[in-house]
């Protein structure tokens, strides 16, 4: 099959290009986030692309250019497949234009529910829409869209062969994530134990910043996953039901997880043996303290849980189960 891959060229959606070459498919990337109103030079210039962003009359312009830019590819390729990460830049008429060549456009969205107004209104343009969470699949197909499925992240467990057991990795607690609000309400509870903060630079203008490390790339988050005594995963405040991809990553690179609830982690682990989690900031505190005096104990879920992403939890599990659903029609 012929795959045209339409998202940002970014590390994981590399990786699932690569993977889809492993399974026998033919592929070609186009990077969204490149502004092809720009010179090449110029195209990844964030203070441009914002500009452009705030002007709606080059808003316009910018997507019907990517459109332009997706069927001028499709012409010279001729996919059987359009893969979308998100989507949200593809205009309608590029979709509908590509279906009338007989393209499949497939879109497995990553957002939360933030962006659920937007789904809702188009999730019935693709051929096939996944989702992560099961609260987004279960309300999609509740108004009748049979073309919604359910499809959780996973990790690529490639990218922590080389692992880092530096001292400025070494903690207690570790973060690694972007600040949110309610993420940073959170770790101040923590400031009492060896706590690290990796991630986006706006955690220095907070009251954490003493515990902020900086940004690192995809490929170096298993030197923390494996350095740290306990991996915090904290996620978004949503109605949602789905785990997110450090739900995946962590234990992927052989670390050990504590994560905030989500409902879809009990079909995806053993709770209190794989990962486990924590429902409030009480039971984060307490169970914090728990494994850092239970070594035995936190050693043997990071084993099981590794084990379990492995068997089940990797990109090329999921891209599999994702053409076997569109082979299957």
Known sequence: MKILMVGPNQYIFLREAAILEKLGQEVLILDERREYLLPANLSHNRFLRKIIKKVRPLKVLSKRTLGLKILNAAKKFKPDLLYLKKGMLVTPDTLLKLKDRGVKIVNWFPDDLQEFDWVSKNAGLFDYFFSFDTYVVEKLRGRGLKNVFYLPF??????????????????????????????????????????????????????????????????????????????????????????????????????????????????????????????????????????????????????????????????????????KIITNG
């Open 154 to 323: 996973a990790a690529d467990p490639t990218t922590y062969t080389d692992i880092s057991f530096e001292d400025k990795y070494k903690c207690d607690v570790a973060f690694v994530g972007a600040w949110y609000p309610e993420r940073e309400k959170l770790l101040e509870l923590l400031t009492d134990y060896n706590l690290k903060i990796w991630g986006w630079k706006n955690w220095e203008k907070t009251k954490l910043s003493k515990f902020y490390y900086g940004p690192l790339p995809p490929e170096r988050l298993g030197d923390i996953y494996n350095n740290s005594k306990i991996n915090l995963n904290i996620h978004f405040s949503s109605a949602g039901y789905g785990a997110n991809e450090r739900t995946f990553e962590i234990p992927a690179a052989g670390g050990f997880e504590l994560s905030s609830y989500r409902k879809d982690m009990a079909g995806l682990f053993e709770i209190g043996k794989e990962i486990d989690v924590f429902k409030g900031p009480e039971e984060m505190l307490a169970k914090v303290d728990f494994y850092l005096k239970n070594d035995k104990i936190r050693q043997e879920i990071k084993t099981a849980g590794h084990q379990r992403v492995l068997k089940e939890h990797t990109y090329e599990s999921r891209l599999s189960q994702m053409l």
